[in-house]
């Protein structure tokens, strides 16, 4: 499946990523510039992992996937939030 996604509801063609800040890219444009070793590695490679992402996410979609991201602070932050999230979109199907 693109992207390997962290949690897949086959039954539901659902997929959830916890994508991690640094990784991913959160904040990129200000996260970028606080970057001050090796930047021309890191760099390029948090954008090519950004590109990878909104290629895999529309990959899935294309194949009738819903797609939902999360990054890993929101979910230590507010769990309840992200998890009412995924269950607010499983509860549109009929049991």
Avoid at 6 to 33: P, Q, T
Wanted: proline share 4%; with cysteine; hydrophobic share 40%.
């Amino acid at each position: 499946m693109p992207g390997q996604p962290d949690l897949a509801f086959s039954k539901f063609k659902l997929v959830v990523f916890v994508d991690g800040e640094f990784w991913h890219g959160y904040n990129w444009e200000v996260k970028k510039l606080s970057i001050k070793s090796n930047r021309e590695f890191w760099i390029p490679k948090i954008e090519r992992n950004m590109q990878r992402d909104k290629t895999n996410n529309e990959l899935l979609e294309k194949q009738g996937w819903h797609v939902m991201r999360f990054w890993a602070n929101d979910i230590k932050k507010n769990l309840d939030f992200c998890v009412g999230e995924i269950v607010s979109y499983l509860k549109q199907f009929p049991q």
